[in-house]
């Protein structure tokens, strides 16, 4: 079984900005693959479904907390359905890429997240370096703010125009990386 996690804020004032991109690829992966319809499930404080995919069942969710709180939805999807690290998928925005770089990542530090610190240490997923294991992290570039001390107002902002073109150019891509490890 794998599980795909979409991050971001759920709240439709949140719905366009930059931390949420994680729920705008969902929505687009879902929509062009007709995969299914999500519903909110109280018990995972998230919006989900699951389906099956070359035979083996996936479950897909969007968190419904805010962000620095989406353990609170994973970790009980993860921990009821018994799914190692290994076999999750978690998509969010990265201020620490360029707007529009993409990367997949195994594992790794938290680098300040809260949200990721606190999943890391749910999931039990340490930095892949020293034992292996970890769950994989689709980062998308949404780059810094020019003031160090604007991230919060940041990465709640829209993008402009010609970013939005730069993350409309890796679509495919970002598609590519979610069936890949759909797949494997």
Known sequence: ????????????????????????????????????????????????????????KVIFLKPQTFMNLSWESIWPIANFYKISPEHILVIHDEIDLPTGKIQLKLGGSSAGHNWLKSTIEKLWSPDPAIDGAGFRRLRIGIDRPAN?????????????????????????KIQSLINEFLLK
């Open 1 to 56: 079984m794998k599980l795909i996690v979409w991050l971001g804020n759920p709240w439709k004032q949140y719905e366009k900005t930059r931390h949420n991109i994680g729920f705008v690829v969902l929505d687009n992966f879902v929509e062009q693959n007709k995969l299914g319809k999500f519903t909110y499930d109280n018990k995972y404080k998230g919006e989900l479904f699951q389906t099956t995919i070359d035979e083996e």
């Open 148 to 172: 160090q001390n604007d991230v919060a107002d940041y990465v709640l902002s829209t993008f402009k125009p010609d970013e939005k073109k730069l993350l409309a150019e890796q679509e495919e």
